[in-house]
């Protein structure tokens, strides 16, 4: 079944999302989805790809949707709330929504559960896991072409399993492209920290770092700006970030909407079992988009070399680390 729908998802990426505007459904109240997410969706990053997923549910399948921030000891709440009230699918939108789905998910098996990271699954819950880690190879690949100090920077918001994951595989796409590249690392140990996340930017620039991508979910407002006050090069993670600041060289980013409609479509069909699906480059859920802007940053062969990384990753010649978790 996972192959199935790997491979009915692949379809819907290449022809675009599903169906357009023009056929949305009118609200099925009896199709209900909720979304939990650890920050708000304007982020223009980790949350905001999500509700963009959200919203394709309602235009496309016509479901009922609601979204709510929900952090720490609220999760295992608002998901049995939701599941009371008789939502078809709950969808917790990071890696700390996996053990709390799993364990509400018995209580309630007429509504399913999903993590967007997480390997724990059960009957009516499981995880959709982005391979994420392929785009921050190549994001690391590309920092440590442009770098002119030799040293790259991480700043990550909590250090948790899938984070650490992605931070692993950029470290090693810089090392990739060159051995003896210092690689910087900062956790916050929060979401949504701005002040904190800018602080943590300044800490790794100071040691040297001219090239830095960050995992801070709405606390990169503070990266973005650190990097803009000290005139080093930035890249934008999860959502496609190249406008937000122009110091960004590039974006490692995740193709949601497609995969919350088949997942959508499944559990509206009585369909889904608990899995976890695992979705990269290979079928269009991971993209690398360099911004044109700096461009001029990369070596005379540094355009062929990433579409080459990107196709030996595509063709799993090129194996990027992967945590499990």
């Not at 699954?121 to 590309?142: D, H, I, M, Q, Y």
């Not at 002040?195 to 790794?204: D, G």
């Not at 062929?304 to 090129?318: A, F, H, N, P, V």
Request: some cysteine; charged content about 20%; aromatic content about 8%.
């Amino acid at each position: 079944m996972r192959i199935f729908w790997t491979v009915i998802v692949a379809a819907l990426l290449l022809s675009g999302c599903g169906k357009g505007a023009e056929e949305a459904s009118p609200s099925d109240s009896s199709f209900k989805v909720a979304l939990l997410t650890p920050g708000p969706v304007n982020d223009a990053g980790w949350s905001a790809l999500a509700y963009r997923g959200l919203q394709a549910l309602e235009t496309d399948l016509g479901a009922e949707i609601n979204n709510e921030v929900v952090k720490d000891a609220q999760i295992r709440d608002s998901m049995r709330s939701y599941a009371q009230d008789g939502y078809d699918l709950v969808i917790g939108h990071g890696y700390e929504y996996n053990a709390p789905a799993v364990e509400v998910a018995g209580d309630f098996p007429d509504t399913v559960f999903v993590s967007t990271s997480g390997g724990a699954t059960a009957a009516n819950a499981g995880s959709v896991r982005f391979k994420l880690e392929e785009g921050f190879f190549v994001a690391g690949a590309v920092a440590a072409m442009m770098s002119e100090t030799g040293v790259v920077g991480m700043i990550g918001g909590p250090d948790v399993p899938s984070i650490k994951s992605t931070f692993k595989a950029f470290a090693a796409g810089a090392r990739y492209v060159n051995a003896d590249v210092d690689v910087k690392e900062i956790f916050t140990g929060k979401n949504a920290d701005v002040a904190a996340a800018k602080q943590a930017t300044l800490t790794a620039i100071d040691q040297g770092a001219d090239v830095l991508i960050h995992q801070a979910n709405a606390g990169a407002a503070g990266f973005f700006d650190a990097c803009e006050e000290r005139g080093v090069l930035s890249m934008g993670a999860n959502s496609n970030q190249n406008a937000e600041s122009p110091s960004v060289a590039a974006s490692a980013i995740i193709v949601a909407t497609p995969v919350f409609l088949e997942l959508g479509r499944r559990v509206k069909a009585g369909e889904y079992t608990g899995e976890v699906t695992r979705m990269g480059m290979d079928v269009g859920a991971i993209e690398f988009v360099l911004n044109p802007a700096h461009v001029d940053r990369l070596p005379e062969d540094g355009a062929t070399r990433i579409e080459e990384m990107q196709d030996q990753i595509k063709s799993g010649d090129l194996s990027v680390p992967m945590d499990e978790f």
